[in-house]
C-alpha cells in the first residue's frame, strides 16, 4: 500500500504545482525527458539482467504483446468509424493497449497475490509492456505523428529510443554480475520513473480537458479496463484455462490502467497529450475500482 500511496501523492503533488503556478511550463516536458532517457533505461538494466528466459516466462510476457495487438486493430477501426484524429488514434493504441503493469500492477499483484507473484509480474513488464513499447510502440507513435516518417526514420527511431538500448543491453549482460554499486545506482535511477512520471501527468492534467475529448475517452477507458481484459480472459481460459495462480495473475496484470512511459512517448510525439493525460489522470484512480473486480471474477472462474 506504500507503493500506491506513493503515486497518489505524487500524482497529486504535480496538480497542486501546476495549479500553484511553481512549476514552468516546460516542466513535465523536462521530466519526461528524464524518464525516457535515464529511469526507465535503469529500471530495464537492473530487472532485465536477471529474468529466467523460460518457455513459460516468454508465453506470460506474449499476454501483453497480444493487448498491444487488439489495441491497434481496434482504434485503428474505430477510430475511422467515429472520426477520431490521426493523433488521437495513435494516443489511445498506445495508452490502451499497454498496461501499467509496474507501478500499479506489482503492488496490486502484492495486495492481492502476496509477494509471491511479484517476480512473474516483473516478467510482464520487462519482457512484455515495456519491450513492446519500445519497439511497436515507438514505431505506431510515428507512424501517428503527422511527421510521416520514412520506414528508415521509423527504424532509427526504435534502434535508438533508450529502453531499448536498455534491454539489448539487459541481455548481453546476462552472464556478468552487476557489481554492488552499479546495482546500486541502478535501483536509485529506477525508483525515480514512478514519482517523475506521476508528477508530469499530474501537471499535465487538466479536467477543462474533458470537452472535446469525452468520447476518445470513454472509448480508450472502455477498452483498457473493460473490453481489453475480457477479451483477454475469454482467449486465454479456451485455451489453456485459468485454473492456477500463474494464469490468474498473468490475466490479471492486462486488466491495468493504461501505462505511464505510453502516455509519455505519446505526448513526446506530440499524439494528443491532452488525451494522454486524461488516459492516465483518469485511468489509473478508475482502475482501483476495476482491478479489484476483475480479481474477483478471476477467482470464481
Known amino acids: 500500500m506504500t507503493n500506491l500511496a506513493l ?23 523536462a521530466l519526461n ?17 536477471a529474468v529466467p528466459l523460460r518457455p513459460a516466462v516468454i508465453g506470460a510476457a506474449m499476454v501483453a504483446w497480444a493487448l498491444f495487438g487488439l489495441s491497434a486493430g481496434f482504434f485503428f477501426v474505430v477510430g475511422r ?35 509471491g507473484g511479484v517476480a512473474l509480474g516483473l516478467v ?35 534502434v535508438t529510443f533508450p529502453p531499448l538500448i536498455a534491454v539489448a543491453l539487459a ?3 546476462r552472464p556478468l554480475d552487476y557489481p554492488a554499486p552499479v546495482t546500486g545506482l541502478l535501483t536509485r535511477l529506477g525508483d525515480t520513473l514512478a514519482p517523475l512520471a506521476l508528477a508530469s501527468v499530474g501537471m499535465q492534467l487538466r479536467l477543462g480537458d474533458l470537452h472535446g475529448q469525452r468520447l476518445a475517452l470513454a472509448l480508450g477507458l472502455g477498452f ?25 495473475i498473468i490475466l490479471f496484470e492486462a486488466a491495468m490502467a493504461p501505462m505511464i512511459g505510453a502516455a509519455i512517448v505519446a505526448s513526446e510525439h506530440r499524439l494528443n497529450p491532452q488525451l494522454t493525460s486524461l488516459m492516465v489522470g483518469v485511468g489509473i484512480p478508475l482502475s482501483f475500482v476495476t482491478v479489484p473486480g476483475w480479481f474477483y471474477l478471476l477467482e470464481r472462474i
Open 7 to 29: 503515486l497518489v501523492f505524487c500524482f497529486a503533488a504535480g496538480i497542486a504545482l501546476r495549479a500553484s503556478g511553481r512549476a514552468p511550463p516546460n516542466a513535465p516536458a
Open 33 to 49: 525527458a528524464f524518464v525516457i532517457h535515464i529511469s526507465l533505461p535503469a529500471l530495464i538494466l537492473l530487472h532485465l539482467h
Open 81 to 115: 468509424w467515429t472520426r477520431l484524429s490521426p493523433q488521437s488514434i495513435g494516443a489511445l493504441t498506445l495508452t490502451g493497449g499497454l498496461a501499467n503493469t509496474s507501478f500499479i500492477g506489482v503492488p496490486m499483484i502484492e495486495a492481492f497475490y502476496g509477494t
Open 124 to 158: 510482464i513488464d520487462q519482457l512484455g509492456s515495456y519491450l513492446a513499447l519500445a519497439t511497436l510502440g515507438i514505431g505506431v507513435a510515428a507512424l501517428y505523428s503527422g511527421d510521416r516518417p520514412s520506414a528508415r526514420a521509423v527504424l532509427r527511431r526504435i
Open 171 to 173: 541481455l548481453l549482460l
Open 224 to 248: 483498457k479496463l473493460l473490453l481489453a481484459p475480457a477479451l483477454i480472459v475469454l482467449a486465454f481460459a479456451l485455451a489453456f484455462g485459468v485454473g492456477d495462480q500463474h494464469a490468474r
